[in-house]
């Protein structure tokens, strides 16, 4: 069974940084596309980036570009999102994804 | 960016009917590549999204053949026939034809 489980959501400060995770499970990682997505507490769903199977390519939102980075570790089967100079704006839910699955999702709160 | 416009915002059902969601986007969604990568997915309260359709028309694995996802082009098409409460939620298309990848807003399904 796939199973995609995030972390390292918390409370930050504007203009902090965090970095989170998403442990893969039940699948090769290593042969997988992985994405983050993002739900803000008006529901709205949006895309942030991806990432190339090997790591070596990077697409992001312009939202996010130059301040988030997104990284995998395959050897760990693990996804990384690298978050800095965060702003309130990005207070949301924040899930890993691959085609066709979804992990539960981790809240990250950007407030003094 | 595309945008994704979604209609009705809310759609009132009663179980056994069928239900039309229209998701229209800002620009043809045919890839260089000749795919047209537009997606369906439906969020359950409480839940994390899961893909429905990919590809326009092609059910995901384990979906029911009562979703049927159809169009071209920028004009795109989800029909649930015989509606049952487990199809109850927030239904979003999302486009990954063209950077950056863009959701619609969402379309309530709820009873009546």
């Known amino acids: 069974e796939v199973q995609l489980v995030e972390s390292g959501g918390s409370l930050v400060q504007p203009g902090g940084s965090l970095k989170l995770s998403c442990v893969a499970s039940?699948?090769?990682?290593?042969?997988?596309?992985m994405d983050w997505v993002r739900q803000t507490p008006g529901k709205s769903l949006e895309w942030i980036g991806e990432i190339n199977t090997d790591g070596s390519k990077t697409n992001y939102a312009p939202s996010i570009k130059d301040r988030f980075t997104i990284s995998r570790d395959n050897a760990k089967s693990t996804l990384y999102l690298q978050m800095s100079n965060v702003k309130s704006d990005d207070t949301a839910i924040y899930y890993c994804?691959?085609?066709?699955?979804w992990g539960q999702g981790v809240m990250v709160t950007v407030s003094s | 960016d595309v945008v994704l416009t979604q209609t009705p915002v809310a759609q009132p059902v009663t179980l056994g009917d069928q239900a039309s969601i229209s998701c229209r986007s800002s620009q043809s969604l045919v890839h260089s590549n000749g795919n047209t990568y537009l997606e369906w997915y439906l969020q359950k309260p409480g839940q994390s999204p899961q893909l429905l359709i990919y590809k326009v028309s092609n059910r995901f694995s384990g979906v029911p053949d009562r979703f049927i996802g159809s169009g071209s082009g920028s004009d795109f098409t989800l029909k649930i026939s015989r509606v049952e409460p487990e199809d109850l939620g927030v239904y979003y298309c999302?486009?990954?034809?063209?950077?950056?990848?863009?959701f619609g807003a969402g379309t309530k399904l709820e009873l009546k």
């Open positions: 999302f486009q990954a034809t063209h950077d950056p990848y863009t």
């Open positions: 994804t691959r085609t066709g699955s």
């Open positions: 039940g699948f090769t990682f290593s042969n997988y596309w």
